[in-house]
């Protein structure tokens, strides 16, 4: 198996036993994940530091880095979309 897909699986073990995400429907969700993309779902600017923390973990465990030039985020509020780029 793959370091990427291990990490992958530890990843999100780690994510799904921290209990941040959001609903979507009636169901929570957290990260989707596919191949070696992830996206995560937090609730508040402070949950998604929180989950970037824990992947960061992995990510230095598995010594695998993530390329902040491939990744972005999307804050959406209350009347409020900002797209920022990491």
Request: overall charge positive; aromatic content about 6%; hydrophobic content about 45%.
């Amino acid at each position: 198996m793959h370091v990427e897909r291990i990490l992958m699986i530890k990843g999100q073990v780690r994510l799904k036993q921290s209990k941040i995400g959001c609903l979507i429907g009636n169901t929570f969700v957290g990260a989707l994940a596919y191949a070696d993309d992830i996206t995560l779902l937090a609730p508040t600017p402070a949950a998604m530091r929180y989950m970037l923390r824990i992947c960061e973990e992995c990510g230095r465990e598995f010594c695998v880095s993530f390329n902040a030039a491939k990744s972005a985020s999307i804050y959406c509020g209350k009347n409020l979309l900002v797209v920022l780029t990491v």
